[in-house]
């Protein structure tokens, strides 16, 4: 079985579990020259699509129903996401829970240590409680990245996107405005695809050729 064939499955399954898509479909142009040439992915196709919306035990976790993206800092760039599992750091800053370095939501949320509950508003107001309160204080503002044409963006890793040229400049404002969507606390975005219908159906021509080398 060809290098390409093997790297394809497994980089098809790796979507499969992404958390924060609802549908990733990528097509790949699997014309084939040789047996000694990998076909390229010339023809990429992103589809986003609403994922079912899972209700978790995280207090930080934040699911976007409808269309919009986190705003991402990884210290050098903006990046984006769907993915809202969400932490505090040692500062007490938004961060995602994923990642060994630090990725923190922009605009920049810090929540005091003694805080006992954190609230986060379908629009996106972030506000917490400490012991003894009545009243929640403010802690900032959560907003959403829209894109024109999603399907430009560049996939980094780790269910993390990077803008382009093909994408446009993305719309940011509040969850709920001008097209974007709200926000639920507690629950997670799950991908809505089956393991099995996501595979890609590769050329007829790739699959002989598997099999071939295979007997």
């Known amino acids: 079985m060809s290098r390409f064939w093997i790297s394809s499955i497994l980089a098809l399954l790796s979507l499969l579990f992404c958390l924060g898509f609802g549908a990733l479909l990528t097509t790949v142009d699997t014309t084939v020259i040789s047996l000694d040439v990998e076909p390229s992915a010339q023809g990429t ?59 923190s939501i922009e605009p920049a949320i810090s929540i005091p240590k003694d805080a006992i509950h954190v609230f986060i508003s379908r629009d996106g ?31 980094l890793d780790d269910n993390l996107f990077k803008e382009t040229k093909n994408s446009g400049s993305p719309s ?25 219908s996501e595979v890609v159906k590769p050329d007829s021509r790739i699959m002989q050729v598997a099999v071939d080398e295979v007997l």
């Open 45 to 103: 196709d992103r589809k986003f699509a609403q994922g079912a919306l899972l209700p978790s035990d995280g207090m930080f976790d934040i699911a976007i129903e409808g269309e919009g993206f986190f705003q991402i800092n990884d210290e050098y760039q903006t990046v984006y996401t769907r993915s809202g599992n969400f932490t505090l750091d040692e500062n007490g800053e938004f961060v995602m829970a994923s990642k060994v370095k630090r990725h």
């Open 172 to 196: 940011v404002g509040n969850p709920g405005k001008e097209g974007r969507g709200q926000l639920l606390q507690g629950f997670l975005e799950q991908s809505n695809k089956d393991s099995i």
């Open 125 to 155: 107001l972030v506000s917490y409680q400490r012991f003894g309160e009545t009243k929640a204080q403010h802690a900032g503002q959560i907003q959403l990245a829209r894109f024109e044409n999603a399907k430009g963006l560049i996939r």
